[in-house]
C-alpha cells in the first residue's frame, strides 16, 4: 500500500513536536461548523441567487458569471490564504476568512445594485478558500494513520451543508424578504468567529511559521499550480482537477437531466441533491475509515473514482426513478472517499512547512475545474444529448484512474 500506514517519528508527520494525537474538542467544532456553514451559504445561495440577481438587472447570461466569479475567487486566493497560514498560523487565516464570509453575506442581503452582488460573490469565493488551511489545521494536530478518518469527518460537514443549505434557502425566501436567506448566514457565521476566537488554538508552532517565511511571497504562491510536474504533489493536482471536473459537470446538468428524462421539477431534484449529500455524509463517517485502515489511502482513493465513475455512467443511460437515484447514490459514495483521501495524501506529501499551501493549491485546482466543468457540460447537454455530460465525466474520472491515480506515491 505504497507505505501508507507507515508511522513516521515524532515531529516529522506534520504536527509539532509534543502535540495531542486528537483535535481539542473546541477546536475540531470550531472547524467542523466553520467548515458547515461555509457550505451551508454556498446551498443557500443556489436556489436563491438566480432571482435574486435577476431583481436586481442581471440577464441569465450574467448570472451564469456570478458562479464563474465564486469559483475564479477560490482558484486565485486558496494557494495564497494557504501559505500565509503556513508563514502566520492557522488561527488568524480561519479569523478573516470567517469574518469575510459574515461580510459577504451582509453584503449580498443588502446589495442595491448588480455590482455588490458581484462583489459578495468574490469575497465568499476568497472565503470559502479556506478550506485548505482547515485541512492543514488538521494535518498539523493528527498522526498521519488517523488523518483520513479526522479529513472525512470534516468532509461531512461539507456534505451536511450540502443537504440542508438549499432546503433552508428555499424556506427562508420570501418575495418580501429574498434579502433574509443572506442575512441568517450572516448571522451564523457571526457565531462562528466569536466560537473560533474562544475555542480555536493555534496549530503551528512560530518557529515552523518563521522557517516558512523565507519562501516566495504568498502572491506568487499561485505559479507553484503551473509548477509542480514531476513532483508527487502533481498527481494530486490532476486527480482533484479531474475528480472536480467531472462533479461539477454533473451538478450543473442534473436538472436538467432529470426534467428531459423523469419530467421532474426543482422541488423533486433538490430532493435527490440532499439525499447525494446525505451519502456523501455517511460514506464519510461509515465507509471512509473502515476502507482506509485496510486499503490505505491511495486504494482508497481509487475505489471512491471507481465509483464515482459507475455512477456517472449510470446516470448518462437513466431512464428510470430507481436508475437516476441509485447512480446519483454511487456519485456521493465515489465523492465521499475521494475529497478525504486526496488532502489526506497531501499532507502525507508535503512538509510541515508547505501543508497550507499544497492544500491549497489543489484546491485552487478544484476550484479552476468547477470553471470549465459546467462549461462544457452545458455544451454537451445542448448540442449532443441530455445524457453526454455525464458520459464524457465518466470517462474524464476512469482517465485518472488509469492516467494519473498510478502515479501517486505516499513512501513518506
Same mark, same amino acid.
Given at each position: 500500500?505504497?507505505?501508507?500506514?507507515?508511522?513516521?517519528?515524532?515531529?516529522?508527520? #506534520?504536527?509539532?513536536?509534543?502535540?495531542?494525537?486528537?483535535?481539542?474538542?473546541?477546536?475540531?467544532?470550531?472547524?467542523?461548523?466553520?467548515?458547515?456553514?461555509?457550505? !451551508?451559504?454556498? %446551498?443557500?445561495?443556489?436556489?436563491?441567487?438566480?432571482?435574486?440577481?435577476?431583481?436586481?438587472?442581471?440577464?441569465?447570461?450574467?448570472?451564469?458569471?456570478?458562479?464563474?466569479?465564486?469559483?475564479?475567487?477560490?482558484?486565485?486566493?486558496?494557494?495564497?490564504?494557504?501559505?500565509?497560514?503556513?508563514?502566520?498560523?492557522?488561527?488568524?487565516?480561519?479569523?478573516?476568512?470567517?469574518?469575510?464570509?459574515?461580510? =459577504?453575506?451582509?453584503?449580498?442581503?443588502?446589495?442595491?445594485?448588480?455590482?455588490?452582488?458581484?462583489?459578495?460573490?468574490?469575497?465568499?469565493?476568497?472565503?470559502?478558500?479556506? @478550506?485548505?488551511?482547515?485541512?492543514?489545521?488538521?494535518?498539523?494536530?493528527?498522526?498521519?494513520?488517523?488523518?483520513?478518518?479526522?479529513?472525512?469527518?470534516?468532509?461531512?460537514?461539507?456534505?451536511?451543508?450540502?443537504?440542508?443549505?438549499?432546503?433552508? %434557502? $428555499?424556506?427562508?425566501?420570501?418575495?418580501?424578504?429574498?434579502?433574509?436567506?443572506?442575512?441568517?448566514?450572516?448571522?451564523?457565521?457571526?457565531?462562528?468567529?466569536?466560537?473560533?476566537?474562544?475555542?480555536?488554538?493555534?496549530?503551528?508552532?512560530?518557529?515552523?511559521?518563521?522557517?516558512?517565511?523565507?519562501?516566495?511571497?504568498?502572491?506568487?504562491?499561485?505559479?507553484?499550480?503551473?509548477?509542480?510536474?514531476?513532483?508527487?504533489?502533481?498527481?494530486?493536482?490532476? @486527480?482533484?482537477?479531474?475528480?472536480?471536473?467531472?462533479?461539477?459537470?454533473?451538478?450543473?446538468?442534473?436538472?436538467?437531466?432529470?426534467?428531459?428524462?423523469?419530467?421532474?421539477?426543482?422541488?423533486?431534484?433538490?430532493?435527490?441533491?440532499?439525499? @447525494? %449529500?446525505?451519502?456523501? @455524509?455517511? =460514506?464519510?463517517?461509515?465507509?471512509?475509515?473502515?476502507?482506509?485502515?485496510?486499503? #490505505?489511502?491511495?486504494?482508497?482513493?481509487?475505489? %471512491?473514482?471507481?465509483?464515482?465513475?459507475?455512477?456517472?455512467?449510470?446516470?448518462?443511460?437513466?431512464?428510470?426513478?430507481?436508475?437516476?437515484?441509485?447512480?446519483?447514490?454511487?456519485?456521493?459514495?465515489?465523492?465521499? !472517499?475521494?475529497?478525504?483521501?486526496? =488532502?489526506?495524501?497531501?499532507?502525507?506529501?508535503? =512538509?510541515?512547512?508547505?501543508?497550507?499551501?499544497?492544500? #491549497?493549491?489543489?484546491?485552487?485546482?478544484?476550484?479552476?475545474?468547477?470553471?470549465?466543468?459546467?462549461?462544457?457540460?452545458?455544451?454537451?447537454?445542448?448540442?449532443?444529448?441530455? $445524457?453526454?455530460?455525464?458520459?464524457?465525466?465518466?470517462?474524464?474520472?476512469?482517465?485518472?484512474?488509469?492516467?494519473?491515480?498510478?502515479?501517486?506515491?505516499?513512501?513518506?
Amino acid at each position: 500500500m505504497d507505505g501508507e500506514g507507515g508511522e513516521r517519528a515524532s515531529g516529522s508527520d #506534520g504536527q509539532p513536536p509534543g502535540a495531542p494525537g486528537k483535535v481539542p474538542l473546541g477546536a475540531f467544532a470550531t472547524i467542523w461548523l466553520t467548515l458547515f456553514l461555509d457550505l !451551508l451559504g454556498f %446551498g443557500i445561495v443556489i436556489p436563491v441567487l438566480p432571482y435574486y440577481a435577476t431583481e436586481h438587472g442581471a440577464s441569465p447570461a450574467v448570472v451564469t458569471l456570478l458562479s464563474t466569479s465564486f469559483s475564479l475567487a477560490q482558484f486565485v486566493m486558496a494557494p495564497v490564504l494557504g501559505r500565509i497560514s503556513d508563514r502566520h498560523g492557522r488561527r488568524p487565516v480561519m479569523l478573516l476568512s470567517i469574518a469575510g464570509s459574515c461580510a =459577504s453575506m451582509l453584503v449580498l442581503g443588502f446589495a442595491t445594485t448588480l455590482w455588490m452582488v458581484f462583489l459578495a460573490r468574490l469575497v465568499s469565493g476568497t472565503c470559502n478558500a479556506n @478550506v485548505s488551511t482547515a485541512n492543514a489545521y488538521i494535518a498539523d494536530r493528527v498522526a498521519p494513520r488517523d488523518r483520513a478518518r479526522y479529513m472525512g469527518m470534516m468532509g461531512s460537514a461539507i456534505g451536511m451543508g450540502f443537504v440542508f443549505g438549499p432546503a433552508i %434557502g $428555499g424556506l427562508l425566501s420570501t418575495p418580501g424578504h429574498p434579502e433574509l436567506p443572506f442575512l441568517c448566514a450572516a448571522v451564523l457565521a457571526a457565531v462562528n468567529w466569536v466560537m473560533a476566537w474562544v475555542w480555536l488554538p493555534e496549530s503551528v508552532e512560530r518557529k515552523r511559521a518563521s522557517a516558512a517565511t523565507g519562501g516566495s511571497s504568498p502572491w506568487r504562491s499561485l505559479g507553484r499550480l503551473l509548477d509542480v510536474r514531476g513532483t508527487p504533489l502533481a498527481a494530486l493536482v490532476m @486527480v482533484s482537477f479531474g475528480f472536480f471536473f467531472a462533479f461539477s459537470a454533473m451538478e450543473s446538468t442534473m436538472a436538467l437531466l432529470t426534467e428531459a428524462r423523469l419530467g421532474w421539477d426543482a422541488r423533486h431534484t433538490g430532493y435527490m441533491f440532499s439525499m @447525494v %449529500g446525505a451519502c456523501i @455524509v455517511i =460514506s464519510q463517517t461509515v465507509l471512509l475509515g473502515r476502507l482506509v485502515r485496510r486499503f #490505505g489511502e491511495k486504494r482508497t482513493l481509487v475505489i %471512491g473514482l471507481v465509483v464515482q465513475a459507475v455512477g456517472l455512467a449510470g446516470c448518462a443511460i437513466a431512464f428510470t426513478v430507481v436508475h437516476m437515484v441509485v447512480s446519483a447514490a454511487f456519485i456521493a459514495v465515489g465523492n465521499g !472517499l475521494v475529497s478525504p483521501s486526496t =488532502s489526506a495524501i497531501v499532507s502525507r506529501v508535503s =512538509s510541515a512547512e508547505d501543508q497550507g499551501l499544497n492544500l #491549497g493549491l489543489v484546491q485552487s485546482a478544484a476550484a479552476l475545474s468547477r470553471i470549465f466543468g459546467p462549461a462544457l457540460a452545458g455544451v454537451l447537454f445542448e448540442h449532443i444529448s441530455p $445524457g453526454a455530460p455525464m458520459a464524457v465525466a465518466a470517462v474524464v474520472v476512469i482517465g485518472v484512474v488509469l492516467l494519473v491515480a498510478p502515479r501517486i506515491r505516499v513512501e513518506r
